[in-house]
T-cell receptor, first 113, second 113 residues
Framework: EAQVTQNPRYLITVTGKKLTVTCSQNMNHEYMSWYRQDPGLGLRQIYYSMNVEVTDKGDVPEGYKVSRKEKRNFPLILESPSPNQTSLYFC????????????FGNGTRLTVT | QQQVKQSPQSLIVQKGGIPIINCAYENTAFDYFPWYQQFPGKGPALLIAIRPDVSEKKEGRFTISFNKSAKQFSLHIMDSQPGDSATYFCAASSRGNTGKLIFGQGTTLQVKP
């Protein structure tokens, strides 16, 4: 089944404790992206990657890191999480960039206390 | 200038009604306008998309109307059903930069039986 898989689904952590949210797609997509969803703000893009070893900032990259060492994986790293990073995070992929249909994972709900 | 403004924030209609969700943008470089549908606990999924060379696109009961001069586009749901109850997001992406996809704030639709 074609899908984008995020792990974990739920995560509660404390301020400053490094964490990684994994994202993997099995559709051989070139493009991958991370979004955070907050009430009243919609989905805001954190980082995106057009291809392996190519990453770029979205609209809200502060406090996040990403890497794209393999085509299928695009982990999101929070080196020192803060409470304002409490949010619902989505990974997405598409065949060729943001102008083609995005396939989203089911989300990771992160709480930073 | 990168914003996409979506309204209303929430909408309640009776079964069979025609909910309309509106989006407005400023950036004239946007040339791809998708709509995504999100059910609780799931990631968004592409519903329908339009490019500015057409003024209307229909897929089943869903229609996008596009007004290039007003820089506005809207989603109409004909003969709405309780199963259409979801959150809807409009989005926009520029030609030339196919990495950034800007989402609206989202509209929560409830269709009452």
């Amino acid at each position: 089944e074609a899908q984008v898989t995020q792990n974990p689904r739920y995560l509660i952590t404390v301020t400053g404790k490094k964490l990684t949210v994994t994202c993997s797609q099995n559709m051989n997509h070139e493009y991958m992206s991370w979004y955070r969803q907050d009430p009243g703000l919609g989905l805001r893009q954190i980082y995106y990657s057009m291809n392996v070893e190519v990453t770029d900032k979205g609209d809200v990259p502060e406090g996040y890191k990403v890497s794209r060492k393999e085509k299928r994986n695009f982990p999101l790293i929070l080196e020192s999480p803060s409470p304002n990073q409490t949010s619902l995070y989505f990974c997405a992929s598409s065949l060729m960039g943001s102008n083609s249909p995005l396939h989203f994972g089911n989300g990771t709900r992160l709480t930073v206390t | 200038q990168q914003q996409v403004k979506q309204s209303p924030q929430s909408l309640i209609v009776q079964k069979g009604g025609i909910p309309i969700i509106n989006c407005a943008y400023e950036n004239t470089a946007f040339d791809y306008f998708p709509w995504y549908q999100q059910f609780p606990g799931k990631g968004p999924a592409l519903l329908i998309a339009i490019r500015p060379d057409v003024s209307e696109k229909k897929e089943g009961r869903f229609t996008i109307s596009f007004n290039k001069s007003a820089k506005q586009f809207s989603l109409h749901i004909m003969d709405s059903q309780p199963g259409d109850s979801a959150t809807y997001f409009c989005a926009a992406s520029s030609r030339g930069n196919t990495g950034k996809l800007i989402f609206g704030q989202g509209t929560t639709l409830q269709v009452k039986p």
